[in-house]
């Protein structure tokens, strides 16, 4: 069974930075495609950024050139780094694994405020 478990979240002003991480288990890691997504209060949930095992990646607009995910195979680990947050930040961030069928884990809140 699939575990994907985030921590990292928190609050913190506008212009600060988060690092997520999300510990996977379960799954054969290095086969995973790994991504984030996120979900505000009343919104759909969106990807955020994406990472291939080839280690090519996606980012959405609205976080491009902030954010940076990354992972590590030898420790079934993905992070996020958010830098320049700003306030259309907060949400519940979510982690989620593709080898076949989409995982989820938990979620984390992240909340950018003054």
């Known amino acids: 069974q699939v575990q994907l478990v985030e921590s990292g979240g928190g609050l913190v002003q506008p212009g600060g930075s988060l690092r997520l991480s999300c510990a996977a288990s379960?799954?054969?890691?290095?086969?995973?495609?790994m991504s984030w997504y996120r979900q505000a209060p009343g919104q759909e949930r969106e990807v955020v950024a994406r990472?291939?095992?080839?280690?090519?990646?996606y980012y959405a607009n609205s976080v491009k050139g902030r954010f940076t995910i990354s992972r590590d195979n030898g420790k079934n680990e993905v992070y996020l780094q958010m830098n320049s947050l700003k306030p259309g930040d907060t949400a519940v961030y979510y982690c989620?694994?593709?080898?076949?069928?989409?995982?989820w884990g938990q979620g984390t809140q992240v909340t950018v405020s003054s």
């Open positions: 989620s694994a593709f080898l076949g069928s989409r995982s």
């Open positions: 379960g799954l054969t890691f290095s086969s995973a495609g």
């Open positions: 990472i291939w095992t080839d280690g090519s990646t």
